[in-house]
T-cell receptor, first 116, second 114 residues
Framework: AQKVTQTQTSISVMEKTTVTMDCVYE???????LFWYKQTASGEIVFLIR??????ENATVGHYSLNFQKPKSSIGLIITATQIEDSAVYFC?????????????FGTGTLLSVKP | AQTIHQWPVAEIKAVGSPLSLGCTIK??????LYWYWQATGGTLQQLFY??????VESVVQLNLSASRPKDDQFILSTEKLLLSHSGFYLC?????????????FGSGTRLTVL
């Protein structure tokens, strides 16, 4: 069965430091797509970055980057030079073909608190 | 640029009452549309998706139904609300119907059932 697991419930860091959030996934598919989303205090879900399973290079967008370790089924999110406004819940997600249609499943989220 | 608008922003409803939530996508013809539900403090769970007008597929029903009456509109409804329906409902869209597509979410509707 397909599954996404985020074991870190919450992380607290000081502003301007680097933080890594962990995510492991389970899938039998040879091709799959991994995403990170951010949920702000208002509830808005914002797409941040994605990694296609067939790509070896780690994706980078702005101060977000990914640590994709395919043999370990791991896709970590790295945020460099954190800012107060990065405080949010971060969700890891995986998109796959679920037989009856394409599905996007989410992990349970990691609450990031960035302190001044 | 595509914009997604959800309504209402929040609802407080009584158990057993009907519900209708909606979302509208502007700037993209024939988008793929999705409904997600999030319990308070929980993860997001896909409920329905629609590839085209008049066609809706259920992923997890939760005693809810969905319809797509127009190309740019997706409706989530039920005739009788349950306490378990409380939570945050999010509409999402993608450009195409493919497993590689990125989903983009609306701002959500917060539902409280009393």
């Amino acid at each position: 069965a397909q599954k996404v697991t985020q074991t870190q419930t919450s992380i607290s860091v000081m502003e301007k430091t680097t933080v890594t959030m962990d995510c492991v996934y389970e899938t039998q598919d040879s091709s799959y797509f991994l995403f990170w989303y951010k949920q702000t205090a208002s509830g808005e879900i914002v797409f941040l970055i994605r990694q296609d399973s067939y790509k070896k290079e780690n994706a980078t967008v702005g101060h977000y980057s990914l640590n994709f370790q395919k043999p370990k089924s791991s896709i970590g999110l790295i945020i460099t030079a954190t800012q107060i406004e990065d405080s949010a819940v971060y969700f890891c997600a995986m998109r796959y073909y679920g037989g009856s249609g394409n599905k996007l499943i989410f992990g349970t989220g990691t609450l990031l608190s960035v302190k001044p | 640029a595509q914009t997604i608008h959800q309504w209402p922003v929040a609802e407080i409803k009584a158990v057993g009452s009907p519900l209708s939530l909606g979302c509208t996508i502007k700037g993209k013809s024939s988008p793929n549309l999705y409904w997600y539900w999030q319990a308070t403090g929980g993860t997001l769970q896909q409920l329905f998706y629609s590839i085209t007008v008049g066609q809706v597929e259920s992923v997890v029903q939760l005693n809810l139904s969905a319809s797509r009456p127009k190309d740019d509109q997706f409706i989530l409804s039920t005739e009788k609300l349950l306490l378990s329906h409380s939570g945050f409902y999010l509409c999402a869209w993608s450009l195409n119907w493919g497993v590689a597509e990125t989903l983009y979410f609306g701002s959500g509707t917060r539902l409280t059932v009393l």
